[in-house]
Nanobody, 121 residues
Framework: QLQASGGGLVQAGGSLRLSCAAS????????MGWFRQAPGQEREFVAA????????YYADSAKGRFTISRDNVKNTMTLQMNSLEPEDTAVYYC????????????????WGQGTLVTVSS
């Protein structure tokens, strides 16, 4: 199971830190990632990170502003979001799978329930 948290209301230019806690079966070898879905839009990829944490992947919209990281001892993944813009307003979902391509294309087996991020202008 994945549990996302950390969403909230922030002004443009501000920061938020999202967390995703994994529980249940072993997480060894799992790639984890974030997607988001804005009202009336398709779910879109934000960022992903390999099991080791060495490899990270970002959507163009996230590069330079968002940082993904993970702690395999605590079974958590975080998304540090800086310089937030109103266009970042969305429900953010965490996802996991053993296959990197599946995670980055939204086909991962495991999904969290989502946490709402609202950025005001």
């Amino acid at each position: 199971q994945l549990q996302a948290s950390g969403g909230g209301l922030v002004q443009a230019g501000g920061s938020l830190r999202l967390s995703c806690a994994a529980s249940g079966r072993t997480q060894t070898g799992y790639v984890m990632g974030w997607f988001r879905q804005a009202p009336g839009q398709e779910r879109e990829f934000v960022a992903a990170i390999s099991w080791s944490g060495v490899n990270t992947y970002y959507a163009d919209s996230a590069k330079g502003r968002f940082t993904i990281s993970r702690d395999n001892v605590k079974n958590t993944m975080t998304l540090q979001m800086n310089s937030l813009e109103p266009e970042d307003t969305a429900v953010y979902y965490c996802t996991a799978d053993t296959n990197t391509e599946w995670v980055t294309t939204g086909r991962g087996d495991y999904w969290g329930q989502g946490t709402l991020v609202t950025v005001s202008s």
